[in-house]
């Protein structure tokens, strides 16, 4: 059996945290900032989780297991 390979795209978007978490970073930060609030694009700074149905799609393209 080959081995299972990483989504390279996908290790660069996404971190695993200490607990086993999978750290995002939030979209809409990269162009067209003009227009948008300070407020909007200072919350958009920080990282979030991602979502509990997300997990075992982003599990797998990171070839985690359980």
């Given at each position: 059996m080959?081995?299972?390979k990483t989504n390279s795209g996908a290790?660069?978007?996404f971190a695993?945290?200490?607990s086993?978490?999978?750290k995002r970073k939030y979209a809409?930060?990269?162009h067209i900032l003009t227009k948008k609030e300070k407020d909007r694009k200072r919350a958009l700074r920080?990282?979030?989780?991602v979502h509990k149905t997300?997990?075992?799609n982003v599990r797998f393209l990171l070839a985690?297991?359980?």
């Open positions: 080959p081995k299972m290790k660069k978007r695993l945290t200490g086993g978490k999978i809409f930060k990269r920080g990282s979030g989780l997300d997990l075992g985690i297991g359980k």
